[in-house]
């Protein structure tokens, strides 16, 4: 059977959408569900390492959130940094496109940059006069369902502990709920993906087999492939960690050393190669992010486990709650 987008949505009420962070961040509700007996339990992110092994590998995505949003002197262009082809010349998105034609200058700050070209995807290169200093122009680039402008506390909190590898535009938000203290005492490693603009695209298309996935950087260095292999158990930190995961297992469940990039879809039904549990935050409606959760465990579970969250009332997305599914 084709499945729709439209069997991977659920009602959510707005005032659950959490758009910002609480002050602790290992204070966030964890829903657990048990894919082989099908139970719900309701647990706090505090009880994540009662539920570790002594063989399992945690796997974290160390990409560190750039702020990738600005906004033209005057206030009528907004661009999105995609790709920095090199440190003056980038590929945006931008909007309104229309206004963004090629030879069109913008000023930033004190840069003037010139729209040299017009990729496939509509983004376009911006061409500046002098490098710009982002960390003080940029702004992060919040999710729309946020509703709000970033503001200091978020250079900080979209942004997981051990972030070191600067390239991202979103942030792997699983990773948000860990403390220092807390992986001190547990075993882990890093790979790198970088999560692009794509991560907020809706699936457009009917049936979730049309739909044209977006690719995304990553690299798995060789002592992470060796720690992932020896482990009992592999508990992937979010669906960034599940793709580079699954999209290098397709090749060889043994993993090695790799640099490249990935535009697996992992929807129903799915084989899973290398993941064995999965920690996850609550996901948009006809996501395909919530595709992937329901490949991992059953479709009718994982909605029951999002109603039942809705009617317990848990923080949905970035900056919400989270699930540990095993």
Same mark, same amino acid.
């Given at each position: ?6 069997d991977?949505? $659920? ?5 659950l ?15 657990v569900i ?11 992110f ?6 570790? #092994?002594?063989?399992?590998?945690i ?8 702020p990738?949003?600005?906004h ?16 003056? =010349?980038w ?6 496109g229309?206004? /963004? ?22 983004n376009?290169?911006? +061409?500046?006069d002098?490098?710009?200093? !982002?960390?003080? &122009? ?8 946020m509703? #709000? =402008?970033?503001?200091?506390a978020?250079?900080? #909190? $979209?942004?997981?502990v $051990?972030a ?9 938000t699983?990773? @948000?709920?860990?403390?220092p203290? /807390?992986?001190?005492k ?8 970088? &999560?692009?603009v ?18 995304e ?10 720690? !992932? ?10 669906t960034?960690?599940? #793709?580079?995961?699954? +999209?290098l297992?397709?090749?060889?469940p ?22 064995d ?5 609550f996901?948009l ?7 992937? &959760?329901s490949? %991992? ?5 994982? @909605? ?11 923080r %949905? %997305? ?7 599914? @095993?």
């Amino acid at each position: 059977m084709d499945l729709r987008t439209a069997d991977f949505d $659920y009602h959510l009420p707005e005032e659950l959408i959490a758009s910002r962070p609480l002050e602790n961040r290992a204070a966030s509700r964890m829903m657990v569900i048990d894919r082989k007996t099908g139970t719900i339990e309701h647990k706090m992110f505090a009880d994540f390492p009662q539920y570790m #092994r002594e063989d399992d590998m945690i796997v974290l995505n160390d990409t560190k959130v750039i702020p990738a949003r600005f906004h033209s002197n005057d206030g009528k262009i907004e661009m999105v940094l995609t790709d920095k082809l090199s440190a003056t =010349e980038w590929s945006c998105l931008v909007r309104p496109g229309k206004k /963004m034609k090629v030879g069109r200058t913008v000023e930033v700050a004190d840069a003037t940059g010139t729209v040299v070209a017009i990729q496939e995807n509509g983004n376009r290169i911006i +061409s500046w006069d002098k490098e710009l200093d !982002i960390d003080e &122009v940029g702004h992060l680039a919040l999710p729309h369902y946020m509703n #709000r =402008e970033d503001d200091k506390a978020d250079r900080d #909190r $979209y942004q997981t502990v $051990y972030a070191r590898e600067e390239g991202a535009i979103a942030a792997p938000t699983a990773g @948000l709920h860990f403390t220092p203290e /807390m992986l001190a005492k547990l075993p882990h490693t890093f790979l790198t993906l970088h &999560v692009g603009v794509g991560t907020f695209r809706p699936v457009k298309a009917e049936y979730i087999k049309d739909h044209d996935m977006h690719s995304e950087r990553y690299h798995l260095s060789a002592q992470s492939a060796e720690k !992932i292999n020896q482990a009992g158990r592999v508990i992937s930190t979010g669906t960034t960690c599940t #793709r580079v995961l699954e +999209s290098l297992g397709k090749v060889n469940p043994t993993l090695s050393e790799a640099t490249g990039e990935t535009d697996i879809f992992i929807s129903p039904p799915y084989d899973f190669q290398v993941v064995d549990c999965l920690l996850t935050n609550f996901h948009l409606p006809q996501s395909t992010l919530i595709m992937l &959760v329901s490949a %991992f465990a059953d479709r009718d579970l994982i @909605l029951k486990a999002y109603n039942e969250a809705v009617a317990h009332k848990y923080r %949905f %997305f970035s900056y919400g709650d989270c699930m540990l599914i @095993l």
